[in-house]
T-cell receptor
């Protein structure tokens, strides 16, 4: 398997523009996670899905952020309008449930977002 | 979820064994101890998980005492490529929502 795929790898945009980040989870995984990482706040969980349904979006910073998972192989994280403080690395991860122990999460390479 | 405490940073010379200890005093009966590794400019990568005693794989060993209130990640004979941030997580079995703390930044020195 190719692992978790994210696009774009780098995004530079201007304040006020809409930004869409994309993620393809590992085939067969039923959980998908979106994280954001900054120097100041570390790695934060924004939202996660189970079987394409959002389970917990308490980490989404504000209404400017939205995430969708229209099918098992694709998810988007959208920021509209973007602000300089949204600059960060955004990671997508997926995992497979059904195990009794903790379920390993597989992370994508991340999207480095810079909002000018 | 159990709170974890680990050193912010550590330095080690190449070839040495590195032990990173994580404290988790309020660990629950159904919690598992999991470690992730994150290289610069990459996403975290799962390296090892355990419940009690000792677990070993090709990357590391995890030592967990009987009371499970702490755990030690052991990296044998580190190389420069082991320079990374190491995160200790304590998570209930099957639980999906996890919190990555600040981790331990390991710097391997030539």
């Amino acid at each position: 398997d190719a692992g978790v795929i994210q696009s774009p790898r780098h995004e530079v945009t201007e304040m006020g523009q809409e930004v869409t980040l994309r993620c393809k989870p590992i085939s067969g995984h039923d959980y998908l996670f979106w994280y954001r990482q900054t120097m100041m706040r570390g790695l934060e969980l924004l939202i996660y899905f189970n079987n394409n349904v959002p389970i917990d979006d308490s980490g989404m910073p504000e209404d400017r952020f939205s995430a969708k998972m229209p099918n098992a192989s694709f998810s988007t994280l959208k920021i509209q309008p973007s602000e300089p403080r949204d600059s960060a690395v955004y990671f997508c991860a997926s995992s497979l449930s059904g195990l009794g122990s903790y379920n390993e999460q597989f992370f994508g390479p991340g999207t480095r977002l810079t909002v000018l | 979820l159990a709170k974890t405490t680990q050193p912010i940073s550590m330095d080690s010379y190449e070839g040495q064994e590195v032990n990173i200890t994580c404290s988790h005093n309020n660990i629950a009966t159904n919690d598992y101890i999991t470690w992730y590794q994150q290289f610069p400019s990459q996403g975290p990568r799962f390296i090892i998980q355990g419940y009690k005693t000792k677990v070993t794989n090709e990357v590391a060993s995890l030592f967990i005492p009987a009371d499970r209130k702490s755990s030690t990640l052991s990296l044998p004979r580190v190389s420069l490529s082991d320079t990374a941030v190491y995160y200790c997580l304590v998570v209930p079995g099957g639980y999906q929502k996890v919190t990555f703390g600040t981790g331990t930044k390991l710097q391997v020195i030539p």
